[in-house]
């Protein structure tokens, strides 16, 4: 601005502005304080897998979180619904029964009236299934290894010289044969061994049926009536699970049960227990106790209480927004941040002693917590959404235009980005190789769709870059693929992704009117998309972002929309120069590299930004310009290495407390 040609503020003017805003900005200012945030959908699982050992699909059962400023951990935009409440409480009470195993669990009834009946030789009746002509009723069963009960309930149709006699089986093997006596229902009773998990067959059969039609009626037809099946078990071994046996060993005692409760609810509040919060839970738990239930039982009432609890479904902070954070919170903001999860035993134990809040402590937990396995959901969750990774799920490319597209491609795009990250932040690689690598990742899939040498397997396996192709982001085709429409490749969407997650230069929406190509006839009779868009950008108001805009796109236009190579388009070569607002000209992804490369601290700070919002949950302002600074000359001093971003930001005072007054 102003378009080419009107009158335009001398240099002299602009200087002044800019100094203006620059002093305006560096002024001491009040950080925004952090809302209080709700656990998202990914860091619900996360949590609940690491505090009980479920693994639970939220993403399959609650409803989506909102996103604000690029992210879904935004305490702003983290709001609980009723819907969202009634899930959380059924989710509660299914984790607290998987996770904890009660004796009233493990017996599982089967009523006969309800099983499904024989092929042949078989009726519902009133009090279950009766079976005639030697016929076989049976159940499938869920096991784990254990030993089992097996109770069958049956009624006997006497007649004849015999007893009824029936068979019990299991996974096909008959394990006993048992006559019957009397006339009213009688219950038996087998032991099993079952040696590995699966679902697996009991069956009961009727096996020596008699008819003689000239008897009297009560003595001419043998019959009996499954009336139940009851499965009691797994006992010994395979009972509980190793989280149970820890936390809530077998014959615990209901003296022990608030010690139980005590140590689950530290876990879960990620900070110690008050004594009231600790005796209400007691109280509710003791209510089952009252009620002749078992203390697992009542382990599992307490574990419900304490999964829809505020303090596990939220990251709570401080009320006073100048009170620094204490050893536990800057404990959860840590784990949250690299793990999406809950700290774990070695971060609770350093913020019990405060020791967590010494810098060269907090350096040390950095790299320990980066090299371990859980810091894979930095690419599941930050990644995924700084770089739209996610957005890739629900596209799909027209099949005719892109033949060799499929989902499972897609997939491995997706997969491949996210390894190429965890390279770089567990490597401790410089974040410039983002923009530039000698290397990516590749499966076998991928690697023969887009040439990327021989690679055996679907695991993305460490590959370079061939030579002549480009190495960095630009050239995944993730970014290409998500950035194209499904026809067709997109400069424009191209140009205002780069500008968005690499430049930190965000356009304004475009003008009322001014989405979309139109239907000028300049525009249409344009035989090439670069033709068109020239056109396009002829107009004043379509020019003022397409200046900027466009020469990216152009530049990555030997790229097609599965982000393919390609010297074509349409019959016509391809052009790919481009020339910036302020007279910069470049020409293709090598040229577009090297633009890049050279305002590398523009990118080092816009990575920094989404860095420190997506750790803080909250949007920046003027008050965070400082620290991104700083961040930026940090790392400019350690080689741009992934570990100054994330040290720069951990050891903050702006992560360290809740609010800072006076700034």
């Not at 996360?46 to 993403?59: F, K, M, P, Q």
């Not at 995944?476 to 230069?505: E, H």
Request: proline share 7%.
């Amino acid at each position: 601005m102003p378009p080419k040609g009107s009158p335009a503020p001398t240099q002299n003017s602009r200087a002044a502005a800019v100094s203006v805003l620059r002093t305006l900005l560096a002024a001491p200012a009040n950080l925004p304080h952090v809302t209080l945030r709700r656990l998202n959908r990914f860091e619900y699982e996360n949590t609940i897998r690491d505090l009980t050992g479920v693994e639970y699909h939220a993403s399959d059962e609650f409803p989506s979180d909102d996103v604000g400023y690029g992210f879904d951990n935004i305490g702003d935009v983290l709001s609980i619904s009723p819907l969202l409440m009634e899930k959380y409480l059924r989710a509660a009470q299914q984790i607290a029964t998987k996770a904890i195993v009660a004796p009233e669990d493990r017996v599982s009834l089967y009523e006969g009236k309800r099983l499904p009946l024989p092929v042949a030789g078989g009726n519902h009746v009133e009090d279950g299934v009766m079976l005639f002509t030697n016929a076989t009723v049976a159940v499938n069963h869920p096991f784990t290894p254990g030993r089992y009960r097996l109770k069958v309930t049956v009624t006997p149709m006497q007649a004849g010289p015999e007893r009824v006699k029936i068979a019990v089986g299991f996974r096909g093997n008959r394990i006993a044969v048992t006559e019957v006596d009397g006339s009213v229902p009688i219950s038996f009773e087998y032991p099993i061994e079952c040696s590995e998990a699966g679902v697996f067959k009991v069956d009961v059969s009727f096996v020596n049926d008699y008819y003689k039609a000239d008897a009297p009626p009560k003595e001419r037809d043998r019959n009996v009536i499954v009336n139940a099946v009851e499965i009691d078990g797994p006992f010994g071994g395979g009972a509980i699970s190793p989280w149970q046996a820890k936390y809530v060993p077998a014959n615990s005692s209901s003296a022990s049960l608030r010690s139980i409760l005590k140590t689950l609810a530290t876990r879960a509040y990620r900070r110690p227990l008050t004594a009231p919060e600790l005796d209400r839970l007691a109280a509710l738990s003791q209510r089952a106790l009252d009620g002749g239930m078992s203390v697992e039982r009542a382990a599992q009432l307490g574990l419900t209480a304490i999964l829809t609890s505020p303090n596990f479904l939220f990251k709570v902070e401080p009320s006073d927004a100048a009170k620094p954070l204490d050893a536990y919170q800057v404990a959860t903001r840590l784990s949250y941040f690299l793990w999406s999860s809950m700290p774990d035993e070695e971060l609770t134990r350093l913020a019990a002693g405060a020791s967590l809040l010494k810098p060269e402590v907090l350096k040390q937990q950095v790299a320990r917590m980066v090299s371990d396995p859980r810091c894979a959901a930095m690419a599941d969750s930050f990644a995924a959404q700084w770089l739209e990774l996610r957005k890739l799920h629900a596209m799909t490319l027209d099949k005719g235009t892109f033949p060799a597209f499929s989902e499972d491609l897609r997939d491995d795009l997706i997969a491949q980005s996210k390894a190429f990250f965890l390279d770089v932040v567990r490597n401790d690689r410089s974040v410039v190789e983002f923009l530039d690598s000698n290397f990516t990742y590749a499966n076998d899939r991928l690697a023969k769709a887009y040439g990327l040498g021989s690679v055996s397997g679907p695991e993305m396996r460490r590959v370079p870059v061939p030579p002549g192709q480009a190495g960095g982001l630009l050239s995944q085709g993730s970014f290409l693929m998500v950035t194209s429409n499904p026809t067709r490749t997109s400069p424009v969407k191209r140009g205002k992704w780069v500008l968005d997650n690499l430049l930190g230069a965000p356009m304004p929406p475009p003008p009322p009117g001014v989405g979309n190509l139109g239907d000028n006839a300049q525009i249409l009779d344009a035989k090439t998309l670069r033709a068109r868009m020239e056109a396009h950008r002829a107009k004043p108001e379509c020019a003022v972002c397409h200046n900027k805009l466009d020469p990216i796109g152009f530049s990555l236009e030997n790229y097609d929309a599965m982000g393919r190579w390609r010297d074509q388009d349409a019959g016509a070569k391809i052009d790919s120069e481009g020339v910036m607002p302020d007279g910069t000209k470049f020409a293709g992804v090598a040229g577009l590299r090297s633009l890049l490369l050279k305002r590398k601290d523009e990118f080092v700070q816009c990575l920094a930004e989404k860095l420190l919002t997506y750790a803080l949950g909250r949007g920046l302002t003027s008050a965070d310009e400082p620290l991104l600074k700083q961040a930026v000359q940090n790392a400019r001093a350690n080689g741009y290495r992934f570990s100054s971003l994330i040290e720069t930001i951990v050891l903050s005072s702006t992560f360290t407390q809740h609010r800072m007054e006076g700034r």
